[in-house]
């Protein structure tokens, strides 16, 4: 069984930063084994692509609606994953999920609502 739990989410103004963690666990679950990253969704949408990372870290990738703005970062030896979100904006609002995929492996978190207000 392998355990994707999310933290960090809130209530904040445009403007604002947040940082997003989510944190592995599971008997067998080798973290450094998996590629890692965010989606989010808003309700009657389809979950949609934020970032993702490499297994080592060195490779990464945005969606364009936050380049720039986001970091994503891991740290194979604590087993998380980091989501770094700086100068939000309304349309960030979202429940914001974390994914870790490896060959024929797909596990979700339960997410974490994320609130930007104007």
């Known amino acids: 069984q392998v355990h994707l739990v999310e933290s960090g989410g809130g209530l904040v103004q445009a403007g604002d930063s947040l940082r997003l963690s989510c944190a592995a666990s599971?008997?067998?679950?080798?973290?450094?084994?998996?590629?890692m990253g965010w989606f989010r969704q808003t309700p009657g949408k389809e979950r949609e692509f934020v970032a993702a990372?490499?297994?080592?870290?060195?490779?990464?990738a945005y969606a364009d609606s936050v380049k720039g703005r986001f970091t994503i970062s891991r740290d194979n030896a604590k087993n998380t994953v980091y989501l770094q979100m700086d100068s939000l904006r309304p349309e960030d609002t979202a429940v914001y999920y974390c994914?870790?995929?490896?060959?024929?492996?797909?596990?979700w978190g339960q997410g974490t609502q994320v609130t930007v207000s104007s």
């Open positions: 994914n870790a995929v490896s060959v024929g492996r797909d596990y």
């Open positions: 599971g008997r067998t679950f080798i973290f450094s084994s998996y590629a």
């Open positions: 990372i490499s297994t080592s870290g060195g490779r990464t």
